[in-house]
Every structure is written in structure tokens, then in C-alpha cells.
């Protein structure tokens, strides 16, 4: 039940990016997970949403920096990632569905 009311949850907000209403910055290292999936059909219908962003922040120096302080206080890798660069875009949300994050 609650992975269903998730996936409506995202299905939802990516309905609002698709009108323009909600946008989406996505990140170098989204995109690199998105690439370790090991499941074909699974990484090619991620790698297809993920055209929906608007921009997609690169990893700089100063997003690594963020993210190895991130992680030194307990942020799994890409998690540090992933908030480093939200904070770099100046997102007003980061959206995850990870429990541990």
C-alpha cells in the first residue's frame, strides 16, 4: 500500500513537470545512478524521465566539498551528493523516496 501511494505521489509531481507547473533540476550524480541500475528496462525508462528536467547540475569542486561534509556527518555518498547539489541549485525541495536518506 504505501510503495502504491508513492509511486502515485511521483507519478503526480512528474505530471506537474510535464505541464511546466513544478520544474525539475536534476544532477550529474542522479544521472550516474541512474546509469548503475543493473536493470536494463529499469535504467532506460529512468534515463527517459529524467529528460524532463529542466537543468542538471554538474558535480563542481564546490558541490564535492559539500558532500564530503555531508557524508563526514553521516549521508550515505550519493545522498550527500544529491543534497550538495540540490543546495548548489538553490532548489526549494529535494524530493526522495529513500528511507535511510
Known amino acids: 500500500m504505501r510503495i502504491r501511494r508513492e509511486a502515485n505521489a511521483v507519478e503526480g509531481i512528474l505530471k ?3 505541464t ?5 533540476i536534476a544532477s550529474d550524480a542522479l544521472v550516474d545512478e541512474i546509469l548503475q541500475n543493473p536493470s536494463i528496462e529499469r535504467r532506460l ?3 527517459g524521465l529524467v529528460r524532463l528536467a529542466s537543468q542538471t547540475v554538474p558535480v563542481d569542486l564546490a558541490v564535492e ?3 564530503a561534509d555531508l ?3 553521516g549521508y550515505g555518498a550519493y545522498d550527500a551528493l544529491h543534497l550538495a ?3 548548489h541549485a538553490g532548489a526549494d525541495v529535494l524530493l ?5 536518506f
Do not use: K, P
Open 20 to 24: 511546466g507547473a513544478v520544474e525539475w
Open 85 to 87: 547539489t540540490a543546495e
Open 16 to 18: 506537474q513537470v510535464e
Open 71 to 73: 557524508a563526514a556527518v
Open 65 to 67: 566539498e559539500r558532500a
Open 96 to 100: 526522495t523516496t529513500d528511507d535511510e
Open 45 to 47: 525508462e529512468n534515463e
